[in-house]
Nanobody, 115 residues
Framework: QVQLVESGGGLVQAGGSLRLSCAASGIIFGLNSMGWYRQAPGKQRELVADITTGGSTNYVDSVKGRFTISRDNVRNTVYLQMNSLKPEDTAVYYC?????????WGQGTQVTVSS
């Protein structure tokens, strides 16, 4: 029933920027959080940032000051503005929707940062 569609990934040079978008559809949303996770080869999936319907945000320390998460509650869309990208940011980025009924995931979008 729930669909999450990501876009905005790609290949950039170190120091560059990308903006990821994730649009959710299929349900009427109540209180929830939307966020971005990433998984690099050989590593566990980690939370990058999330944001609640009330606007509270959370970031992993490694991206603080570089990434900004935001959302549009009317359009059920979450964004991740990524600046000053580093090769260490290279990963598949997954959109997540967390509700009291469960967690939902997008298909992932590849972000590659070259040296």
């Amino acid at each position: 029933q729930v669909q999450l569609v990501e876009s905005g990934g790609g290949l950039v040079q170190a120091g560059g920027s990308l903006r990821l978008s994730c649009a959710a559809s299929g349900i009427i949303f109540g209180l929830n959080s939307m966020g971005w996770y990433r998984q690099a080869p050989g590593k566990q999936r980690e939370l990058v940032a999330d944001i609640t319907t009330g606007g509270s945000t959370n970031y992993v320390d490694s991206v603080k000051g570089r990434f900004t998460i935001s959302r549009d509650n009317v359009r059920n869309t979450v964004y991740l503005q990524m600046n000053s990208l580093k090769p260490e940011d290279t990963a598949v980025y997954y959109c997540n929707l967390a509700t009291r009924r469960g967690n939902f995931w997008g298909q992932g979008t590849q972000v590659t940062v070259s040296s």
